[in-house]
């Protein structure tokens, strides 16, 4: 299987210093889970030496694509239909969203309605049982360690979750093996600018959940007998809803 | 008949050390596989004896008996046999006051022998090694006794059997065991610990000099840190061989005491094991404990580290480079500097870090800071103070380093004790503010030399844009890295401990102390500060100033125990059985101390995670602001 | 903005107020306990009104003013209003704010009220309505939909199961609205759908909205160090928990007219059912109930046994981990794993200052424990003063039994 992985610029988002996404560092560890042979990093733009960094995590060659961030859509996939030519790839990997731009993750979605490719989003794990070939079973990452499970066509665009826990060790030695080429894009237009006014962020509270603030409120209980702390405890849960109830357990139980 | 004994004994001499010199020749070719090291061999050489007469008897001299032992035994074994050596030499053999000598030297030696025989018999305590130490006595014995008799058969001027055929018998039998011991055995240290010695990675530290600083690492070398023996420079692999398996080294390992799957004897011996391509069976002392099975096979070429290999990887992580086993050991073998070069292998070529230590590395590299929290809130804890920020191009006297444990609220406690005393005794001082970043000590002592030589050019780089004269820091990993290993890196400065720049605020009369009554204080001191540095008293003095009664516990100044906070070993969950701070506190209680003094932020936050009861720990700087009565 | 005065729309804001269910047309000049909105979007404070929504009788019929409550007891103020039927009628829109919220099984959660509140900011400031787009397959109640501010329904065939086959449909229907702007949650769910809309209408999306008005929306960019202020734009998804539900009056849904489109299968991405973590194995980070161990539990075959009758998944004090009782996985705390759970239990954990900084964004504490000045004690919403190894057993006990039962 032939792997591309979408990479981009990044910032820490604590210090502000140049530093790899998170989401695109695990569609490495992704790629690699999925077994992928060749396995290709592609930045829309020119070469900079953070880039570098994903090297550590696993990728042995980078293009850059200089002159491709005006577009970086157009560039991006100008660049895969060119190299469908040669050899195509199965497999376009990104992060969920970047992280020091415009961080809204619409890139690999606009990607993939431009080559006509479908999208699985969110992944955090191929699944185990994995179907014919030219489709792909993955894992969705969804809110409190669930999943869903996804069935995709090849060739697609695979976005990673920032839950996944596919993340590659970093090693300083493949860092500075890595091979990162220039590659000058087609002459794209200017893409469309974001209007509005750019300024630094300003934080705001947010709302208060009346669920978060309410709550039963500091209830006491000195030495009782186990059975009513444990009774106690039953109760308050089931109150709470996170305790089953008994009939549910049981039903629950017998299912 | 006893005419010829005699020339025969010199003969078997001579003889032998044909044999020992022949034995040394595989040994040499195998530690030439190691990295050529730029060593002064000559001098190293001409300087042994000294280095052994001073250095290594200093060390070894610290187990009670153990210097009269070797005194005995060596000294008589080797006098006797260097003098029975002459005896090829005829005028010598006829001179009864000669053989009286050799006899006298011999008869010594038993003595040792017995003395050598004594140490594992008849219950060979748990440090020491069994396998060929079991019968070194019966090939010394041998030897000794042949030499004695055949002095006195000599001297008395009788022949027959008893003064010819069995001593030259004993001695032939001895000489053997004697030559498998030093091929084979453990004796190989007598040529192995000579060469080391000579060759030493740290040749300023002989003489009571200190040399403890990480060496910098060329980033660009194919092969970062060692991964197979042959990695190692030629003179480390004679190091492994000159390991005597004495066990001091894990006596004093806090991580060995707590089970943590760490003994560095058994470490250095895997090495040694590793290199001779010998199996790990060979081993014959305690293991490291609890530590997973491992292969146990091993070449000059083949790595050490990993379930396949020698030792397992969890001891390379248990290490806290408290360089306890480096202060003890007696062949003065690097342990912490073999165990950095084995972790940048893992670290920098593989990538194969505990998960909380790669957490750690990566935040370090991404915002320069191990817990990835703001550069701006370093100083939230002192917001309370007067503490200027010294920004580019300003001018102060002392330049406050805080450290990574400022943004622990105990500790904050402890900087804010100290800027309290500094802004009363009115001295000129100013903090980074958010322009200190890591120095890169966690990071260089978990093997990552990338990130390290990443930080300290940034961190070189900040401190060479501002003006001060010193800097001063509670931290003492602070300012280990600092004072000891940025110059190699191009920074050089004054660095002070808070202690030393406290204790001669008070010896100059600034910082007036009343001594308060206290129950009993213990100062616990850091490895960083006393072993790394050597600074043991001016803590001692400000304590002694400001409470009124103090205590020692059994381990303390350049003996004292570590935390158990050091070298990334709290970040790289190290399965245990005992913590470190637990046992260091027991031993506190011991002492009858209700107070620990602390010195450092790691061991402040190591001890106060003991769960109660325990003593009270308190940095000595909060201890200094109490005492205060004038300024 | 500043410097342009906005004009009033008397008819529009009069239509907005409309009340139903009378053969005369009534109208709520009060605002029905809803703040009003200013012309220029910000939502201006009515004290007298918040006031009145606030006031409950207390203990001994003294009047209380409860605000930690407030949105609770909103809804029940709206309950009484819609009781007497004054709902909210729009019928000729200047035009439509289309919803898509989530709701998951057919409900709406408070991340749906909320993209709802933002509907009806954006519609009443210029007499819009709000159109909510659910899906056929879980209809949502009328009267909830409603209550929560919105104005017309439209259901859609396709749920999630075939997501190119859901956004050609939507963006089918949202051609035939066509709707001056589409909201949507930036939760798991409303992102993907978002950005699928946005891909394939090739339109722009305002990701993350964190500050919604009439004229100006506000949302991060640049990894968070940065944001953008913009007028509001045709495609926006909302941050949650930034801005409030509907608290207003009932609005009555109205029919719409709309050709229904028939969604064909794409089946190029298929989405099965969600398959909930096995809280036992799952990542104690993510876990929704937590049951941990300190050093107050000695029997650490039985302290396993009571976390999986809990169905919990287990954690541990530093202390215990240490002690390699638990693994270092399990580990709670500042140097361990910070918790974002629902719930927690604390058996025979005092809460050292770095175990409590572990449960950061915890709802409610239960804690065991024998020191009654201990600071978990101090935590908890439930606190039982007794030594946990009495306790655990008799709870396994209890909830087998209840099993059996």
């Known amino acids: 299987m032939k792997a591309i992985v979408l990479l981009s610029a990044g910032i820490d988002p604590v210090s502000g210093r140049p530093a790899p996404v998170g989401g695109e560092v695990r569609a490495i560890g992704l790629a690699r889970a999925l077994g992928a042979k060749t396995l290709i990093g592609l930045h829309a733009g020119a070469s900079v030496p953070a880039l570098a960094d994903y090297g550590g995590y696993g990728l042995k060659e980078i293009i850059c694509l200089s002159g491709g961030e005006h577009d970086p859509v157009a560039a991006l996939a100008q660049f895969l239909i060119r190299a469908s030519n040669v050899s195509a790839p199965d497999l376009v990997l990104a992060g969920t969203r970047g992280c020091g731009g415009a961080d809204t993750g619409l890139l690999p979605y606009r990607l993939a309605e431009k080559l006509g490719w479908p999208i699985a989003t969110g992944i955090a794990a191929p699944l185990e049982e994995q179907p014919a070939a030219g489709r792909l079973a993955l894992a969705q990452a969804r809110a409190r360690g669930a999943v869903r499970p996804v069935h995709v066509t090849l060739p697609c665009v695979v976005t990673v979750s920032d839950m996944a826990e596919c993340v590659p060790s970093f090693v300083f030695a493949d860092k500075r093996a890595v091979q990162v080429r220039d590659e000058r894009a087609e002459r794209t237009p200017q893409g469309e600018m974001e209007e509005g006014l750019l300024r630094p962020y300003r934080r705001r509270p947010k709302l208060i959940s009346a669920a978060r603030t309410g709550g039963t409120g500091g209830q006491l209980l000195v030495d009782p007998t186990p059975e009513e702390a444990a009774a106690a405890i039953i109760a308050h849960l089931r109150s709470l809803g996170v305790l089953a109830a008994a009939d549910e357990a049981s039903s629950s139980k017998m299912t | 008949m006893r005419q010829r004994s005699g020339a025969i004994a010199a003969g078997l001499v001579w003889g032998l050390g044909a044999a020992l010199a022949l034995s040394a020749v595989p040994m040499v070719r195998r530690w030439r596989k190691g990295q050529a090291k730029p060593v002064d061999m000559v001098r190293g050489l001409a300087a042994v004896p000294k280095r052994y007469l001073v250095d290594v008897h200093h060390a070894v001299e610290r187990r009670p008996g153990a210097a009269r032992m070797h005194a005995l035994v060596a000294g008589g074994t080797l006098a006797g046999t260097t003098l029975l050596a002459a005896g090829i030499v005829s005028a010598f053999r006829n001179n009864r006051f000669y053989w009286a000598s050799v006899g006298v030297f011999f008869t010594t030696a038993i003595a040792g022998t017995w003395l050598v025989r004594k140490r594992r018999s008849p219950q060979k305590p748990s440090y020491l090694s069994g396998g060929k130490f079991l019968w070194l006595p019966y090939a010394l014995g041998a030897w000794n006794v042949g030499g004695s008799l055949l002095a006195l058969g000599q001297i008395v001027g009788a022949g027959g059997v008893l003064f010819s055929a069995v001593p030259l018998f004993l001695m032939l039998v001895g000489g053997a065991g004697i030559v498998v011991q030093v091929a084979r055995g453990p004796m190989r240290h007598a040529f192995s610990g000579v060469t080391w010695l000579a060759a030493h990675s740290r040749p300023e530290r002989f003489g009571g000099g200190r040399s403890t600083e990480l060496r910098p690492l060329d980033l660009a070398a194919p092969m970062l840190g060692a991964m197979v023996p042959s990695d190692f420079g030629w003179n480390i692999l004679a190091s492994f061989d000159a390991c005597i398996e004495c066990g001091r080294c894990e006596q004093h390992c806090p991580a060995f005491a707590a089970g943590q799957r760490l003994n560095p004897k058994a470490l250095v011996q895997g090495l040694a094991l590793a290199a001779r391509g010998e199996e790990a069976s060979a081993y014959t002392g305690s293991p490291a404990p609890h530590a997973p099975p491992v292969a146990g096979k091993g070449s000059l070429s083949s790595p050490v580290i990993g379930v396949d290999g020698m030792i397992h990887p969890d001891t390379l992580w248990a290490c806290t480079t408290c360089r306890a086993c480096v202060e003890q050991c007696p062949m003065m073998i690097e342990h912490v500097d073999t165990i950095v070069d084995l972790r940048r292998a893992q670290t920098l070529m593989l990538g194969e870090v505990r998960p909380g230590a790669a957490e750690a590395l990566r935040h370090l590299r991404e915002s320069a800071e191990s817990g990835g929290r703001p550069l701006s809130a370093r100083a939230d804890g002192l917001a309370g103070e007067n503490v200027p920020v010294l920004e580019e191009g300003g001018e102060t006297d002392v330049l406050l380093w805080l450290g990574e444990g400022a943004y622990e609220l105990r500790y904050a406690r402890t900087l804010r004790a100290l800027v309290k005393l500094l802004n009363m005794t009115g001295v000129n001082f100013a903090i980074l503010g958010e322009a200190e970043l890591d120095c890169g000590d966690l990071a260089r002592r978990l093997g990552d030399e990338a990130t390290f030589q990443m930080l300290a050019g940034e961190v070189i780089d900040t401190l060479g844009r501002r003006r001060f004269k010193r800097i001063v820091t509670a931290d003492p990993h602070a300012l280990n890295v600092l004072r000891n290993e940025y110059p190699a890196l191009g920074g050089t400065w004054e660095v002070l401990h808070h202690t030393a720049l406290l204790d001669e605020l008070v010896s100059a009369g600034r910082l007036k102390l009343d001594a308060r009554t206290l129950p009993p204080v213990a100062y616990h001191d850091p490895c960083y500060l006393a072993r790394y540095n050597g600074e043991t008293d001016a803590p001692r003095r400000l304590l002694a100033a400001c409470c009124s009664q103090t205590v020692e516990m059994e381990r303390h100044g350049r003996q004292a125990m570590c935390c158990g906070g050091g070298g990334g070993n709290p970040v790289s969950d190290v399965d245990v059985v005992e913590r470190i701070p637990d046992l260091r506190m027991q031993q506190a209680a011991q002492s009858g101390a209700a107070i620990v003094a602390v010195a450092c932020p790691g061991c402040t936050a190591m001890l106060e995670g003991v769960p109660e009861p325990r003593a009270e720990v308190k940095d000595i700087a909060e201890l200094v602001l109490d005492a205060v009565v004038a300024v | ?405």
């Open chain 3, 1 to 405: 903005m500043s410097g342009v005065r906005h004009r009033r729309h008397p008819r529009a804001e009069r239509a907005a107020r409309v009340v139903s269910g009378r053969t005369r047309p009534r109208y709520d000049m009060a605002g029905g306990g809803a703040d009003v909105v200013a012309p220029s979007g910000r939502r201006r404070r009515d004290p007298r009104n918040e006031r009145a929504r606030l006031l409950t009788t207390g203990r001994e019929g003294r009047p209380r003013l409860v605000r930690a409550g407030l949105s609770k007891l909103a809804a029940a103020s709206i309950a009484t209003v819609s009781s007497v039927s004054k709902k909210i009628r729009i019928e000729n829109p200047e035009f439509l704010i289309a919803v898509i919220p989530d709701m998951i099984d057919g409900r709406l959660d408070r991340f749906d009220r909320q993209l709802l509140g933002a509907a009806r900011k954006l519609a009443d400031a210029g007499g819009g309505a709000v159109v909510v787009l659910g899906a056929r397959s879980a209809p949502p109640m009328h009267e909830t939909l409603g209550q929560a501010g919105a104005d017309r329904v439209v259901l859609t065939g396709a749920d999630g199961s075939d997501p190119e086959a859901r956004v050609d449909e939507l963006v089918t229907l949202l051609d035939r609205l066509p709707p001056r702007h589409v909201l949507l949650s930036e939760s798991e769910d409303g992102a993907d759908l978002a950005r699928r809309l946005a891909a394939r209408t090739g339109g722009a999306l305002a990701a993350g909205v964190e500050v919604l008005g009439a004229r100006q929306i506000i949302r991060p960019c640049g990894a968070g160090r940065q944001e953008r202020a913009s007028e509001p734009a045709s495609l926006m998804t909302l941050a949650p928990d930034r801005i409030a539900a509907w608290d207003g009056a009932e609005h009555e849904i109205l029919p719409l007219e709309i050709e229904n489109v028939a969604p064909t299968a794409r089946n190029r991405v298929q989405v099965g059912a969600l398959r909930a973590a096995d809280p036992a194995t799952m990542n104690l980070g993510v876990a929704p109930f937590v049951v941990a161990a300190g050093r107050g539990v000695t029997d650490f075959d039985g302290f396993r046994a009571t976390v999986a009758a809990l169905h919990a998944t287990p954690g541990a004090s530093r202390v215990v981990c240490d002690n390699g009782d638990m693994p270092r996985t399990t580990q709670v705390g500042a140097s361990g794993t910070v918790l974002d759970a629902v719930c927690y239990v604390a058996f025979g954990i005092a809460g050292a200052p770095q175990h409590l900084q572990g449960l950061g964004r915890v709802e409610h504490v239960v804690a065991v424990n024998t020191d009654l000045h201990a600071a978990m004690v101090k935590r908890a919403g439930l606190a039982i003063i007794a030594d946990a190894q009495h306790v655990m057993p008799v709870l396994c006990e209890m909830l087998a039994k209840e099993r059996q039962a």
